[in-house]
Nanobody, 122 residues
Framework: QVQLVESGGGLVQPGGSLRLSCVVS????????LGWFRQAPGKDREFVAT????????YFADSVKGRFTISRDNDKNTAYLQMNSLKPEDTAVYYC???????????????WGQGTQVTVSS
């Protein structure tokens, strides 16, 4: 069984920064892609960012390009989402997930975390 645990969410003012972490444990495909998604109240879950096993390939949603970065430390089975210049519209529950490939398609992710709340408000 694979488990993912997100942390690092919280309340931040517009323009501020947060770093989310995602720890992966259990048996996974040997080389998995890891993605971040978010879901705001009343909206569908949307893709935010993804990173390949090697870290050499990353994709970002247009809405976060230039503000968010994604990284991973495979020795620690941990991935990170650094979020800068946060906006109120970034408010959502953020989820990490693993996939056998590197993709923006949420249907190709096999395991998901429980999510961490990010609220951007003054």
């Amino acid at each position: 069984q694979v488990q993912l645990v997100e942390s690092g969410g919280g309340l931040v003012q517009p323009g501020g920064s947060l770093r989310l972490s995602c720890v992966v444990s259990g048996s996974t495909d040997s080389r998995y892609g890891l993605g971040w998604f978010r879901q705001a109240p009343g909206k569908d879950r949307e893709f935010v960012a993804t990173i390949s096993w090697s870290g050499h390939t990353t994709y970002f949603a247009d809405s976060v390009k230039g503000r968010f970065t994604i990284s991973r430390d495979n020795d620690k089975n941990t991935a990170y989402l650094q979020m800068n210049s946060l906006k109120p519209e970034d408010t959502a529950v953020y989820y990490c997930a693993v996939s056998p490939t590197t993709t923006t398609n949420p249907t190709l992710y096999t395991y998901w975390g429980q999510g961490t709340q990010v609220t951007v408000s003054s």
